[in-house]
């Protein structure tokens, strides 16, 4: 029954999805690469998020220069840290027409009548480069470099391309090594469709970011891709196992190697290098902004510098604030973000001050500036962040209001509190209460109270146990006492004679009953002989009763009960073997 | 009947009133305390220390007292005998939240850098620095109670929630026994000194023409081994043992025969 309230809760769920997710409904375009030549298919993915549909197909723009053909629809829904976010990718297959840069996008979706429009990318066409060779066979693997000529720490991309026409496995690839030569993997390798000497491949690309830290002419030798070929045995007769699903195919290890190449590295040029120079290269950008511009005196504002871009983001170094004349100053960490995509490596540093004014007055917080090279104009440059102006207002006279903002651990401007800052060091005062001081309000180890704490408890056991103990052996004493009196009393009885059998019975059994501490009121044969045996007695002993027992109940039952029985005599050593073997 | 409650009346009387310390003169201590506490109030360090000192001297040895006596030599920046104080304190009131925040602020002054040691018992009864002696002794005191008061319902009534909760407090009962015999020693042999003069030389033997081992400064605490001809043995945590002259440290526990 849980079960199925679960079942329909999640299915109602997913039913609700669409509705419940399309208030904040997203449009990205996604291509598989930046760059492909003529030959090359490229994927394109238009991804919607926030419904799982569409009212119609993505009307796409930007691809006059294409082929455009549909490449199917899938749905998506995902569980992030408890949150659902359904979606719907249309995915696309382009074959570009000519070359040239092309501006991809925006696609444009309609969900419920309302229409969401997505990025653009950029794409770059360019001519496809055929080897002189006439055919390089059904796999081989070619690599390329752009561009052949860099300066050092600027970054070349190596292209592998694995072309094939058989179905591979078992894929594994071994990099060129080279001194001061340092490759990192851009992005997850891509599969697409080319055509290359007339003939259609699978093509499998990788691509990698090639960076020198020394200048100098660097030989790049092949790299060798091993792997696992499967190739298809023709069959002479078509049947239901030419299905590429029963195809029979057999597997066999080929390794393949790139052509050579070479890579010109120069060295940054000394002419024009600023002194603060810190190995930047690549292209980049700084932004900078101060929040909040207007403040009161004890209050703190950030300044955020942002410096981003493409190429060797680790040298960006920390910038540093100068000393600013009655605004103390506060830095944070630095935060570095590194990313790679097809295009390369790029990233930013994001750094951080607390400004914190003593005066009121208007600030000037000057520029602050990096240099780096750039690599598209082929020169240093200086990047300078703008100069801020912060407007300081005196303390607010009238009494703090505790706002929502402030219990939420925002000031009413909206920025973060700070950090409770130590400003002295000091002891607590001395304790003047008369609470606890007491002298010997509480009692002392070792005194009356201490052992009485300790010892009370258990002498209480102790003694009521005792106590229990002797009770319950006293009254086990009265019990053998009784006992022991029993079997005297019989005898002597006995020893008067001229008893019937009537009272010999009565007197045997009371016996039994004191003596074994029982209280049964009649007693046959058999079970005063099975009392005894149970006590210790011999089997032998326990007959003789049994047997005295019996002669004395068949004179009772023969009419003869209250004549004078002979047995009397008998009855006395009897007893006294039972007291004898008796436990 | 009646001889059987005036025995119970005596004896429940005599419980009550042992552990209370006679009080010569009710009033007196208290002025001596307030006297102090305003001779510090006024920036009269030494006399507030005097103040305190005569309390502790005449038997009213309390966590506070030392608390206070520690506050007075922290402003005159004797910071041996603060943390001697504070220390004697916190055996007492090791909860104390003043306490435990002067205790810090002095022990950030010293200059020698000495871990204390973490042993096993140490972790294994955690509680046992949190609490003090007396604290530990009563919660003994109520599983002791507990313990032999459910034996004994056992005695009269089986039955299946008094064996578990006999098992229950038996291991209770050992756990505070053990807790209380640990603390009760730890007390006892406490052999920890402070170091009371700005720098002292730790030497090789109780002779002052003796090799120099090393230094300690004020505020150091380390534990006493044994002393001899006004000189005692002192030994780190990492082992190093050395003499110094008895009358530049002084014992945490208070012993009227001197360190060790």
Same mark, same amino acid.
């Given at each position: 029954?849980?079960?199925?309230?679960?079942?329909?809760?999640?299915?109602?769920?997913?039913?609700?999805?669409?509705?419940?997710?399309?208030?904040?409904?997203?449009?990205?375009?996604?291509?598989?690469?930046?760059?492909?030549?003529?030959?090359?298919?490229?994927?394109?993915?238009?991804?919607?998020?926030?419904?799982?549909?569409?009212?119609?197909?993505?009307?796409?723009?930007?691809?006059?220069?294409?082929?455009?053909?549909?490449?199917?629809?899938?749905?998506?829904?995902?569980?992030?840290?408890?949150?659902?976010?359904?979606?719907?990718?249309?995915?696309?297959?382009?074959?570009?027409?000519?070359?040239?840069?092309?501006?991809?996008?925006?696609?444009?979706?309609?969900?419920?009548?309302?229409?969401?429009?997505?990025?653009?990318?950029?794409?770059?066409?360019?001519?496809?480069?055929?080897?002189?060779?006439?055919?390089?066979?059904?796999?081989?693997?070619?690599?390329?470099?752009?561009?052949?000529?860099?300066?050092?720490?600027?970054?070349?991309?190596?292209?592998?391309?694995?072309?094939?026409?058989?179905?591979?496995?078992?894929?594994?690839?071994?990099?060129?090594?080279?001194?001061?030569?340092?490759?990192?993997?851009?992005?997850?390798?891509?599969?697409?469709?080319?055509?290359?000497?007339?003939?259609?491949?699978?093509?499998?690309?990788?691509?990698?970011?090639?960076?020198?830290?020394?200048?100098?002419?660097?030989?790049?030798?092949?790299?060798?891709?091993?792997?696992?070929?499967?190739?298809?045995?023709?069959?002479?007769? $078509?049947?239901?196992?030419?299905?590429?699903?029963?195809?029979?195919?057999?597997?066999?290890?080929?390794?393949?190697?790139?052509?050579?190449?070479? !890579?010109?590295?120069?060295?940054?040029?000394?002419?024009? $290098?600023?002194?603060?120079?810190?190995?930047?290269?690549?292209?980049?950008?700084?932004?900078?902004?101060?929040?909040?511009?207007?403040?009161?005196?004890?209050?703190?504002?950030?300044?955020?510098?942002?410096?981003?871009?493409?190429?060797?983001?680790?040298?960006?170094?920390?910038?540093?604030?100068?000393?600013?004349?009655?605004?103390?100053?506060?830095?944070?960490?630095?935060?570095?973000?590194?990313?790679?995509?097809?295009?390369?490596?790029?990233?930013?540093?994001?750094?951080?001050?607390?400004?914190?004014?003593?005066?009121?007055?208007?600030?000037?917080?000057?520029?602050?500036?990096?240099?780096?090279?750039?690599?598209?104009?082929?020169?240093?440059?200086? !990047?300078?962040?703008?100069?801020?102006?912060?407007?300081?207002?005196?303390?607010?006279?009238?009494?703090?209001?505790?706002?929502?903002?402030?219990?939420?651990?925002?000031?009413?401007?909206?920025?973060?509190?700070?950090?409770?800052?130590?400003?002295?060091?000091?002891?607590?005062?001395?304790?003047?209460?008369?609470?606890?001081?007491?002298?010997?309000?509480?009692?002392?180890?070792?005194?009356?109270?201490?052992?009485?704490? !300790?010892?009370?408890?258990?002498?209480?056991?102790?003694?009521?146990?005792?106590?229990?103990?002797?009770?319950?052996?006293?009254?086990?004493?009265?019990?053998?006492?009784?006992?022991?009196?029993?079997?005297?009393?019989?005898?002597?009885?006995?020893?008067?004679?001229?008893?019937?059998?009537?009272? !010999?019975?009565?007197?045997?059994?009371?016996?039994?009953?004191? $003596?074994?501490?029982?209280?049964?009121?009649?007693?046959?044969?058999?079970?005063?002989?099975?009392?005894?045996?149970?006590?210790?007695?011999?089997?032998?002993?326990?007959?003789?009763?049994?047997?005295?027992?019996?002669?004395?109940?068949?004179?009772?039952?023969?009419?003869?009960?209250?004549?004078?029985?002979?047995?009397?005599?008998?009855?006395?050593?009897?007893?006294?073997?039972?007291?004898?073997?008796?436990? | 009947?009646?001889?059987?409650?005036?025995?119970?009346?005596?004896?429940?009387?005599?419980?009550?009133?042992?552990?209370?310390?006679?009080?010569?003169?009710?009033?007196?201590?208290?002025?001596?305390?307030?006297?102090?506490?305003?001779?510090?109030?006024?920036?009269? #360090?030494?006399?507030?220390?005097?103040?305190?000192?005569?309390?502790?001297?005449?038997?009213?040895?309390?966590?506070?007292?030392?608390?206070?006596?520690?506050?007075?030599?922290?402003?005159?920046?004797?910071?041996?005998?603060?943390?001697?104080?504070?220390?004697?304190?916190?055996?007492?009131?090791?909860?104390?939240?003043?306490?435990?925040?002067?205790?810090?602020?002095?022990?950030?002054?010293?200059?020698?850098?000495?871990?204390?040691?973490?042993?096993?018992?140490?972790?294994?009864?955690?509680?046992?620095?949190?609490?003090?002696?007396?604290?530990?002794?009563?919660?003994?005191?109520?599983?002791?109670?507990?313990?032999?008061?459910?034996?004994?319902?056992?005695?009269?009534?089986?039955?299946?929630?008094?064996?578990?909760?006999?098992?229950?407090?038996?291991?209770?009962?050992?756990?505070?026994?053990?807790?209380?015999?640990?603390?009760? #020693?730890?007390?006892?042999?406490?052999?920890?000194?402070?170091?009371?003069?700005?720098?002292?030389?730790?030497?090789?033997?109780?002779?002052?023409?003796?090799?120099?081992?090393?230094?300690?400064? @004020?505020?150091?605490?380390?534990?006493?081994?044994?002393?001899?001809?006004?000189?005692?043995?002192?030994?780190?945590?990492?082992?190093?043992?050395?003499?110094? @002259?008895?009358?530049?440290?002084?014992?945490?526990?208070?012993?009227?025969?001197?360190?060790?």
């Amino acid at each position: 029954m849980k079960k199925s309230i679960l079942l329909i809760l999640l299915l109602s769920m997913c039913v609700n999805i669409p509705c419940l997710a399309s208030g904040d409904v997203s449009v990205t375009l996604k291509l598989d690469r930046p760059e492909a030549t003529l030959l090359d298919s490229i994927t394109l993915v238009v991804s919607v998020s926030g419904t799982r549909k569409s009212d119609e197909q993505p009307s796409l723009r930007g691809l006059d220069a294409f082929e455009v053909m549909p490449g199917g629809t899938s749905s998506r829904i995902e569980i992030i840290n408890g949150k659902v976010n359904a979606g719907v990718d249309y995915t696309y297959t382009l074959q570009p027409k000519k070359t040239g840069n092309f501006t991809v996008g925006p696609a444009e979706v309609k969900v419920k009548g309302k229409t969401i429009k997505s990025n653009t990318e950029t794409l770059r066409i360019v001519k496809a480069i055929q080897s002189k060779e006439v055919d390089r066979g059904p796999l081989f693997l070619s690599a390329t470099l752009s561009p052949k000529q860099v300066f050092v720490e600027e970054q070349a991309i190596y292209t592998l391309k694995l072309f094939r026409q058989n179905r591979v496995g078992d894929i594994s690839l071994g990099l060129p090594e080279a001194e001061h030569l340092a490759f990192k993997q851009l992005g997850k390798p891509v599969e697409y469709q080319s055509v290359y000497k007339g003939q259609s491949y699978q093509v499998l690309e990788v691509r990698y970011a090639l960076i020198s830290s020394k200048a100098g002419i660097y030989g790049i030798r092949p790299s060798r891709m091993s792997m696992t070929v499967f190739r298809s045995r023709r069959k002479s007769s $078509r049947s239901l196992f030419d299905d590429p699903f029963f195809s029979f195919s057999s597997g066999e290890p080929v390794t393949i190697a790139s052509e050579p190449l070479e !890579l010109n590295v120069l060295p940054l040029p000394q002419k024009g $290098r600023p002194t603060d120079f810190s190995g930047l290269v690549g292209s980049f950008k700084i932004k900078a902004h101060l929040e909040p511009s207007t403040i009161r005196v004890g209050e703190s504002a950030t300044m955020t510098v942002l410096l981003s871009g493409r190429g060797n983001v680790k040298r960006i170094p920390d910038l540093k604030l100068p000393e600013l004349e009655k605004i103390k100053i506060y830095a944070d960490q630095p935060v570095l973000m590194e990313e790679t995509d097809a295009r390369g490596l790029a990233g930013s540093k994001t750094m951080k001050w607390a400004l914190v004014p003593e005066k009121e007055g208007e600030y000037r917080i000057p520029s602050l500036s990096i240099s780096f090279f750039d690599i598209e104009s082929k020169q240093y440059r200086v !990047l300078e962040s703008p100069a801020l102006s912060m407007s300081v207002l005196p303390v607010e006279n009238a009494q703090t209001q505790i706002s929502q903002d402030v219990l939420k651990g925002h000031k009413r401007d909206g920025s973060r509190k700070q950090e409770v800052k130590e400003l002295g060091q000091d002891i607590l005062p001395v304790h003047t209460s008369l609470k606890d001081l007491h002298p010997g309000a509480r009692p002392g180890i070792g005194g009356v109270v201490f052992w009485a704490i !300790l010892m009370i408890p258990f002498f209480a056991y102790a003694v009521t146990f005792f106590i229990q103990k002797f009770h319950r052996k006293t009254t086990m004493s009265v019990a053998a006492a009784r006992a022991r009196k029993a079997a005297k009393a019989l005898i002597r009885e006995c020893q008067k004679g001229g008893l019937s059998s009537n009272h !010999l019975t009565s007197s045997i059994r009371r016996y039994l009953n004191e $003596r074994f501490n029982l209280s049964l009121g009649s007693l046959t044969p058999d079970e005063a002989a099975d009392i005894v045996n149970s006590r210790g007695v011999s089997a032998t002993t326990s007959e003789r009763l049994r047997r005295t027992l019996k002669e004395l109940e068949d004179a009772i039952y023969t009419g003869k009960g209250q004549e004078t029985c002979d047995m009397g005599g008998d009855i006395p050593e009897l007893i006294k073997q039972i007291e004898k073997e008796t436990r | 009947m009646r001889r059987y409650s005036y025995l119970a009346i005596s004896i429940i009387a005599i419980i009550f009133f042992s552990g209370l310390d006679t009080e010569a003169q009710p009033n007196g201590w208290e002025a001596i305390f307030f006297r102090a506490n305003e001779a510090f109030k006024e920036g009269q #360090y030494q006399d507030a220390i005097d103040g305190y000192e005569q309390l502790v001297q005449t038997g009213h040895e309390n966590g506070h007292i030392y608390y206070n006596l520690g506050n007075g030599y922290f402003r005159l920046n004797q910071l041996g005998k603060a943390i001697l104080n504070y220390e004697r304190a916190r055996i007492l009131i090791p909860r104390d939240a003043d306490l435990n925040f002067n205790l810090r602020l002095a022990r950030d002054q010293i200059q020698d850098a000495i871990a204390e040691p973490q042993g096993f018992i140490q972790m294994a009864f955690f509680w046992l620095d949190a609490l003090s002696l007396q604290e530990v002794f009563w919660g003994f005191g109520i599983l002791n109670v507990l313990f032999w008061g459910i034996l004994l319902i056992r005695l009269f009534h089986h039955s299946e929630w008094n064996y578990y909760l006999s098992f229950v407090f038996f291991v209770l009962f050992l756990i505070g026994g053990t807790s209380f015999g640990l603390k009760w #020693y730890q007390v006892r042999t406490d052999g920890r000194v402070v170091i009371l003069e700005k720098e002292v030389n730790i030497l090789s033997g109780p002779d002052i023409q003796d090799t120099v081992l090393f230094k300690l400064h @004020e505020g150091s605490i380390v534990h006493c081994e044994r002393s001899e001809d006004g000189w005692v043995l002192i030994r780190l945590p990492d082992k190093k043992r050395g003499w110094v @002259e008895a009358g530049s440290v002084e014992q945490i526990k208070r012993d009227p025969r001197g360190p060790c």
